[in-house]
DNA sequence: TTTGTTGTTCGCAAAACTACGAATAAATAA
DNA sequence: TTATTTATTCGTAGTTTTGCGAACAACAAA
């Protein structure tokens, strides 16, 4: 039998790539990087989608580890999760990091 | 009217980031990142998936940029797109090379 | 208590994604 | 010409994603 599953490191890095592949979510972890005062109204504020599309995209967000909420009523506040940031940012910056292969005449040319 | 849209680099971030949200995509960038030898069968031997699917995958990577096929019949090879690859390692370590916020006493803690 | 503010959840619909086997296409080898 | 090899495309099925308005829940303010 071969070798034909995904690496740990392969499916953390495809699940982090997922949470941050749609432009929303993009716009949302740009806006929560700036911002501390970063309550569920504010990123609202600047998105082009209702409310409940909003909270349905930060859900995700919250899944993937990325970001996470807390309650200060009758506000909900959003920051980055830290420690996931930054196994994200290992993850990625590994993977961007690594030169793609030299051209040999062979290859693609 | 408020600034509403998805910047450009939002959105070519996200297209980016989407098509790396499958652990397959992964893997295939992973395989052909090390490879030169490059040809589609050398990548169906190493995933999981069938024939079809790999094939779908390959497309969808295609279709973001990531990567070109060239046929070399009967066979076809595939490998890394230099140019897009570099756009999208730029926009990555731009995102991930930010800093988050600060803590500060009234984020989240 | 009643009212208002703030977000989440529900219910729904359309579109996209994932996966497979079978059929097909394209070129080589016999 | 007739296989054979290699990979794509087709057809199908089930799941997930995206999006919204309406209903709901939780708490603060009046």
Partial sequence: MEER????????LARFAKAMGHPARVAI???LIRQN???FGDIHEVLPISKATVSQH?????????IQGEIEAP??????????????SLLF???WGQEAPRE??????
């Fill in 93 to 95: 910056k590994e993977f």
């Fill in 58 to 66: 930060l859900k995700e967000l919250k899944d993937a580890g990325l």
């Fill in 104 to 109: 040999k005449k062979d290859c693609c040319e």
């Fill in 75 to 88: 506000k909900v506040k959003y920051c980055i999760n830290r420690a996931n940031w930054e196994v994200a």
């Fill in 37 to 39: 005062s970063c309550f």
């Fill in 5 to 12: 599953e995904y690496t740990p490191k392969q499916e953390q």
């Fill in 29 to 31: 972890l740009d806006f």
